[in-house]
């Protein structure tokens, strides 16, 4: 049984913050402009997120309990939030029904309706339109202890990633950028990366994501410009990550995957790269 505390909290969000920040050095070596590749990366973070449901109810209500606790000091914070599960889902279920309502209103033309307020500030403040939050909150209806737990983890791990890459100078970074984690990853290895992360948050594509949506993640994490997102290499390669047609190839990608994953001793996504190369073997 899983023990969702403190220490395995930060744990988790140095390995997910650690994969963030080397995607970015990654870019930073190549980038012509870092100064616009900053802006980039923290201007995509701070924007709509489809692949992370943090816009949403479910998620507004999870962090507030979750900085109530830890910001009074209690050391069982992560258990304290998790104890306010059914509240939270209460929470998200009425706001999406109330959405749902105003939606058929709204086509119907009708004026007696009300759109939960987190939402107007969403639509206001991010440009979504209603039926994007509805599936937004919709994606949070497989709420358990783990989804709870890893969606704080990314979205604290992303915060502090954005913090760094903002207060510090773009050439302080590149002096930092002759690690030997530098490395000129190909598309298959970062969408793998990128599926073992989601997989982490207990994100499954086209389950609670649309492939559309993990693909541009993936392509604003990496800076990869492309012009239609389902005839990019990323998106193609997102529908099927573990290329059974290419056994071989496959095997070996994961295989260094696995080893930049050792080396943050991330014991839950090692053992799901296991199994996958087990299958595939």
């Known amino acids: 049984m899983e023990t969702f505390n403190l220490m395995f909290f930060e744990e988790s969000k140095k390995a997910f913050k650690q994969q963030l920040s080397i995607s970015y050095e990654v870019r930073l070596q190549k980038a012509k402009d870092k100064d616009y590749l900053r802006s980039f990366f923290i201007k995509t973070f701070s924007g709509k997120n489809k692949t992370f449901p943090f816009d949403t109810v479910y998620f507004q209500e999870l962090y507030k309990f979750f900085?109530?606790?830890?910001?009074?000091?209690?050391?069982?914070c992560i258990e304290l939030t998790l104890e306010q599960l059914t509240?939270?889902?209460?929470?998200?279920?009425?706001?999406?029904?109330?959405?749902?309502?105003?939606?058929?209103?709204?086509?119907?033309?009708?004026?007696?309706?009300?759109?939960p307020i987190p939402y107007l500030i969403l639509m206001e403040q991010k440009?979504?339109?209603?039926?994007?939050?509805?599936?937004?909150?919709?994606?949070?209806f497989v709420s358990s202890p783990k989804f709870a737990f890893n969606l704080l983890v990314s979205y604290e791990s992303i915060k502090e990633f954005i913090s760094t890459i903002q207060e510090?100078?773009?050439?302080?970074?590149?002096?930092?950028?002759?690690?030997k984690?530098?490395?000129q990853f190909t598309h298959s290895q970062q969408v793998l990366f990128a599926y073992y992360l989601l997989k982490l948050a207990k994100i499954e594509p086209r389950v609670q994501a649309d492939i559309s949506a993990c693909a541009?993640?993936?392509h604003a994490l990496t800076g990869i410009p492309y012009t239609n997102i389902k005839n990019s290499d990323l998106y193609k390669k997102f529908l099927n990550p573990l290329d059974h047609n290419s056994s071989s190839k496959t095997l070996k990608d994961l295989e260094f995957v696995k080893q930049h994953f050792k080396a943050l001793n991330n014991l839950?996504?090692?053992?799901?790269?296991?199994?996958?190369i087990r299958g595939i073997q």
Do not use: R, W
């Open 268 to 276: 839950e996504i090692i053992e799901l790269i296991d199994k996958d």
């Open 87 to 115: 509240l939270i889902e209460e929470e998200s279920t009425n706001a999406f029904e109330k959405a749902m309502i105003s939606q058929i209103c709204i086509m119907k033309d009708e004026n007696n309706y009300s759109i």
């Open 181 to 183: 984690h530098t490395h």
């Open 67 to 76: 900085t109530h606790y830890y910001n009074f000091g209690e050391t069982n």
């Open 216 to 218: 541009s993640f993936l």
């Open 127 to 140: 440009n979504y339109d209603l039926s994007e939050l509805i599936q937004l909150e919709k994606s949070t």
């Open 168 to 179: 510090e100078k773009p050439t302080v970074l590149l002096e930092m950028n002759t690690s």
